[in-house]
């Protein structure tokens, strides 16, 4: 997983007081009179209410519940006084122009991904230097003549339309696309044919959140998962009605038939994939990260399927099912925390009848595998860094890529039946390449190379282990300039995730030079939650064992003041998403360790979340408050809750988005509008992205102006030298 919404920083080496005298902050309060509490900022007003829960014999307070209510006019009012007195104040900032500009020469580069073959036509994403938005290019194989297929700088005036996701089918005759509306989860499935550039009018599919779609072989349709869009059925609730349906090309999609039913369980996910040759549909059900169930159907007669049958269900653990040449060839973390390969025969599906050829290597984690080539590609962490392995279907050893260096890189790329195939590698400081091989004779050749205005070769990369609190060893990737010496002074970035089995991989970003060249220290440790060391590593830091992840994190920011390179007060925390969650929860946890704090598209109401966004599909990550164990865990690292007035936190710039329909923006809302009123430290800023979904707006010049704010903002809160 790279750091996607993590973008760079700008450099000032002294506090801003925010422009601002002391002020005096009103906060009204329903039933009480009005309320004054001392702030140095100029912050918008805000009501606070008398609100109590009550959980299991505690009195919770919420007194910020009204900003929930995202579509309520005094909702909307505040939220435009915060963004404009947040943009207001983060335009002031030393040197945000300049690195606003630094940014724009960073990110006018031209880059291209890893070839898809679909018959006699091959299609690439590619960005352009000088457009917005990454567009999808197809080249005739044949004549070598390329042209834009899907240009989404094209679609809207406003840039408001986003294309959320395509699969070419299997002949290159046809290409499936989401188009999202400010770059939001909610997605519209359309068609376009490959020949003529002519998108359909009838194959228009509301509902296509989860659609990914799966082409059958002949190209004539293709398997999707549906979701109701009606306000009839809670958007909380809509995941429980998926419904997993086939679509032929060119028939009215309302009438589309029903594969296989809503599971009910507004937890899970569900999505249906066709092999390649078309003999076998498998339906698969997730249970957040931790348990998928597999069926199958035999579809050799596509006119007569066979009946549904269980291939793995019931069991607490992962199954990802490839087939080839009628066998499943099964990635599994069942019996095997690290992961192994199993190979399954459909004519005897049961579990007694599966065959190991890939058995769990101690210290390294199987990430994935892929067939390309008639041969099994595995791609393998050792310590968060890639290794790639070729072996026979039957499990025996052919070979390993050689990989350039210490980094991150992919299984082989390519199609089943097709000796030709792709990896990609990259590293913290190598920007990325693209290799072609062959499966047959190992054969590699570069094939593309990311060209970057960076002088990489100033950097170096180091990767330490550290102990975390209970004394678990815990790794981390630090970049800094060759001549940074350990003065105690180094301005540093810490990156962090820690969830839902998502490895933090050191792929290259070149949003991280701009804070590196000013010679500042960049780390990012593969804390618990993840999945850098398996299926254990994960569940170490879920549920209730959280806490682990932000024990890890915190120790991180010990362990890189112990060794000389910074001090408390230096140091900057990011993350978003779960990532937010994690910025939260260390800031409020340890607010004396940070010298700012940025919090982006978080969840931050730990009680709550699971009310609204996407939250019950995140149950499984967390637990719920309406589980009494879970809500003692809960209430004790909720951010939101653990704010305690008159308290010296850190600087904090919340990030919200307005079309962000995964994390309800609810979360940022609340938590920015209860630090305000209590911490006696840095400004608190929210600064809400318009036109933005979850990962925020999908264009160029958006990241520019996003990353400019937040690390001018970081680094302006650090103090002098």
Same mark, same amino acid.
């Given at each position: 997983m790279n750091r996607a919404s993590l973008v760079p920083v700008c450099l000032a080496l002294f506090l801003v007081a925010m422009h601002a005298p002391l002020a005096r902050s009103v906060e009204q309060t329903d039933d009480s009179p009005k309320t004054i509490a001392v702030s140095p900022f100029h912050y918008p007003p805000t009501r606070r209410l008398d609100l109590k829960d009550t959980f299991f014999g505690t009195e919770v307070e919420d007194p910020y519940r009204w900003l929930e209510d995202g579509k309520s006019p005094d909702v909307?009012?505040?939220?435009?006084?915060?963004?404009?007195?947040?943009?207001?104040?983060?335009?002031?900032?030393?040197? !945000?122009?300049?690195?606003?500009?630094? +940014?724009?020469?960073?990110?006018?580069?031209?880059?291209?991904?890893?070839?898809? !073959?679909?018959?006699?036509?091959?299609?690439?994403?590619?960005?352009? %230097?000088?457009?917005?938005?990454?567009?999808?290019?197809?080249?005739?194989?044949?004549?070598?003549?390329?042209?834009i297929l899907?240009?989404?700088?094209?679609?809207? %005036?406003?840039?408001?339309?986003?294309? *959320?996701? /395509?699969?070419?089918?299997?002949?290159?005759?046809?290409?499936?696309?989401?188009?999202?509306? &400010? &770059?939001?989860?909610?997605?519209?499935?359309?068609?376009?044919?490959?020949?003529?550039?002519?998108?359909?009018?009838?194959?228009?599919?509301?509902? *296509?959140?989860?659609?990914n779609p799966s082409w059958t072989p002949s190209g004539d349709g293709f398997y999707y998962t549906w979701i109701p869009t009606s306000n009839a059925v809670a958007a909380v609730d809509r995941p429980g009605h998926q419904e997993v349906r086939f679509h032929r090309l060119g028939t009215d999609p309302r009438k589309d038939p029903v594969i296989r039913q809503k599971t009910g369980d507004p937890r899970t996910f569900a999505w249906a994939t066709l092999s390649r040759d078309?003999?076998?549909?498998f339906y698969s059900v997730a249970r957040g990260m931790?348990?998928?169930?597999?069926?199958?159907?035999?579809? $050799?007669?596509?006119?007569?399927?066979?009946?549904?049958?269980?291939?793995?269900? #019931?069991?607490? *653990?992962?199954?990802?099912?490839? *087939?080839?040449?009628?066998?499943?060839?099964?990635?599994?973390?069942?019996?095997?925390?690290?992961?192994? =390969?199993? $190979?399954?025969?459909?004519?005897?599906?049961?579990?007694?009848?599966?065959?190991?050829?890939?058995?769990? $290597?101690?210290?390294?984690t199987l990430t994935g595998i892929r067939i390309v080539g008639n041969r099994l590609s595995l791609g393998y962490l050792k310590d968060v860094a890639s290794r790639i392995e070729v072996r026979e279907l039957d499990g025996k050893f052919v070979r390993e890529v050689e990989l350039p260096e210490v980094g991150s890189?992919?299984? +082989?790329?390519?199609?089943?039946?097709?000796?030709?195939?792709?990896?990609?590698?990259?590293?913290?400081?190598?920007?990325?390449?693209?290799? $072609?091989?062959?499966?047959?004779?190992?054969?590699?050749? +570069? /094939?593309?190379?990311?060209?970057? @205005?960076?002088?990489?070769?100033?950097?170096?990369?180091?990767?330490?282990?550290?102990?975390?609190?209970?004394?678990?060893?815990?790794?981390?990737y630090i970049v800094r300039g060759k001549d940074r010496r350990r003065d105690g002074r180094a301005p540093t970035l810490l990156y962090g995730y820690g969830g839902f089995n998502a490895s933090m991989t050191p792929d290259f970003d070149i949003s991280i030079f701009p804070w590196l060249e000013r010679g500042g220290l960049f780390a990012? @440790?593969?804390?618990?939650?993840?999945?850098?060391?398996?299926?254990? /590593?994960?569940?170490? #830091?879920?549920?209730?064992?959280?806490?682990?992840?932000?024990?890890?994190?915190? %120790?991180?920011?010990?362990?890189?003041?112990?060794?000389?390179?910074?001090?408390?007060?230096?140091?900057?925390?990011?993350?978003?998403? &779960?990532?937010?969650?994690?910025?939260?929860?260390?800031?409020?946890?340890?607010?004396?360790?940070?010298?700012?704090?940025?919090? #982006?598209?978080?969840? +931050?109401?730990?009680?709550?979340?699971h009310l609204s966004g996407s939250g019950k599909t995140w149950i499984d990550e967390y637990g719920s408050a309406d589980n009494e164990l879970d809500f003692r865990v809960l209430n004790a690292y909720s951010p939101y809750h653990r704010v305690r007035p008159r308290t010296k936190y850190?600087?904090?710039? =919340?990030?919200?988005?307005?079309?962000?329909?995964?994390?309800?923006?609810?979360?940022?809302?609340?938590f920015a509008a209860r630090l305000q009123a209590a911490s006696t430290g840095g400004p608190v800023l929210l600064r809400t992205q318009r036109n933005a979904g979850h990962y925020g707006a999908d264009s160029v010049s958006a990241a520019v102006e996003a990353t400019a704010d937040e690390y001018a903002f970081a680094l302006a809160q650090m103090g002098g030298d």
């Amino acid at each position: 997983m790279n750091r996607a919404s993590l973008v760079p920083v700008c450099l000032a080496l002294f506090l801003v007081a925010m422009h601002a005298p002391l002020a005096r902050s009103v906060e009204q309060t329903d039933d009480s009179p009005k309320t004054i509490a001392v702030s140095p900022f100029h912050y918008p007003p805000t009501r606070r209410l008398d609100l109590k829960d009550t959980f299991f014999g505690t009195e919770v307070e919420d007194p910020y519940r009204w900003l929930e209510d995202g579509k309520s006019p005094d909702v909307l009012a505040w939220i435009k006084a915060q963004d404009d007195y947040a943009r207001a104040e983060l335009r002031k900032l030393p040197d !945000r122009d300049a690195m606003a500009a630094r +940014l724009r020469e960073l990110y006018a580069i031209e880059s291209i991904g890893v070839p898809t !073959r679909r018959g006699d036509r091959e299609f690439n994403t590619r960005r352009y %230097a000088d457009k917005e938005k990454a567009v999808v290019v197809v080249r005739d194989r044949r004549t070598g003549i390329e042209k834009i297929l899907l240009d989404p700088n094209t679609w809207s %005036a406003d840039g408001s339309l986003s294309l *959320a996701g /395509w699969r070419a089918s299997w002949n290159g005759k046809s290409i499936a696309y989401k188009v999202s509306r &400010n &770059n939001s989860d909610h997605a519209t499935l359309h068609v376009i044919d490959v020949g003529s550039g002519k998108v359909s009018a009838i194959d228009v599919i509301e509902g *296509a959140r989860y659609a990914n779609p799966s082409w059958t072989p002949s190209g004539d349709g293709f398997y999707y998962t549906w979701i109701p869009t009606s306000n009839a059925v809670a958007a909380v609730d809509r995941p429980g009605h998926q419904e997993v349906r086939f679509h032929r090309l060119g028939t009215d999609p309302r009438k589309d038939p029903v594969i296989r039913q809503k599971t009910g369980d507004p937890r899970t996910f569900a999505w249906a994939t066709l092999s390649r040759d078309g003999h076998w549909l498998f339906y698969s059900v997730a249970r957040g990260m931790r348990s998928i169930d597999v069926w199958f159907r035999d579809m $050799r007669r596509p006119s007569k399927p066979g009946p549904w049958q269980a291939l793995a269900v #019931g069991r607490p *653990a992962i199954y990802q099912v490839s *087939a080839w040449k009628d066998r499943f060839y099964i990635h599994t973390d069942d019996g095997a925390p690290a992961y192994r =390969v199993l $190979r399954a025969d459909p004519r005897q599906p049961a579990r007694e009848h599966w065959r190991e050829i890939v058995p769990e $290597r101690a210290g390294e984690t199987l990430t994935g595998i892929r067939i390309v080539g008639n041969r099994l590609s595995l791609g393998y962490l050792k310590d968060v860094a890639s290794r790639i392995e070729v072996r026979e279907l039957d499990g025996k050893f052919v070979r390993e890529v050689e990989l350039p260096e210490v980094g991150s890189s992919t299984t +082989l790329l390519g199609n089943e039946d097709d000796d030709k195939a792709y990896y990609v590698f990259t590293s913290l400081t190598r920007p990325t390449e693209i290799y $072609r091989t062959s499966v047959r004779t190992g054969r590699s050749s +570069l /094939w593309y190379k990311l060209k970057v @205005p960076v002088d990489t070769g100033k950097f170096v990369v180091e990767q330490s282990f550290y102990a975390s609190r209970d004394g678990t060893r815990v790794p981390m990737y630090i970049v800094r300039g060759k001549d940074r010496r350990r003065d105690g002074r180094a301005p540093t970035l810490l990156y962090g995730y820690g969830g839902f089995n998502a490895s933090m991989t050191p792929d290259f970003d070149i949003s991280i030079f701009p804070w590196l060249e000013r010679g500042g220290l960049f780390a990012m @440790p593969g804390i618990r939650g993840g999945s850098e060391y398996g299926k254990e /590593w994960h569940q170490l #830091g879920m549920r209730r064992q959280k806490q682990n992840v932000f024990d890890d994190f915190i %120790a991180a920011a010990e362990y890189l003041i112990k060794q000389g390179w910074t001090r408390p007060g230096r140091i900057a925390i990011q993350g978003s998403s &779960n990532g937010g969650l994690l910025v939260g929860a260390a800031l409020t946890q340890r607010p004396d360790l940070f010298g700012a704090a940025v919090c #982006g598209v978080p969840l +931050l109401d730990m009680l709550r979340f699971h009310l609204s966004g996407s939250g019950k599909t995140w149950i499984d990550e967390y637990g719920s408050a309406d589980n009494e164990l879970d809500f003692r865990v809960l209430n004790a690292y909720s951010p939101y809750h653990r704010v305690r007035p008159r308290t010296k936190y850190p600087s904090v710039l =919340v990030v919200s988005a307005d079309s962000d329909d995964r994390v309800d923006p609810m979360h940022a809302r609340k938590f920015a509008a209860r630090l305000q009123a209590a911490s006696t430290g840095g400004p608190v800023l929210l600064r809400t992205q318009r036109n933005a979904g979850h990962y925020g707006a999908d264009s160029v010049s958006a990241a520019v102006e996003a990353t400019a704010d937040e690390y001018a903002f970081a680094l302006a809160q650090m103090g002098g030298d």
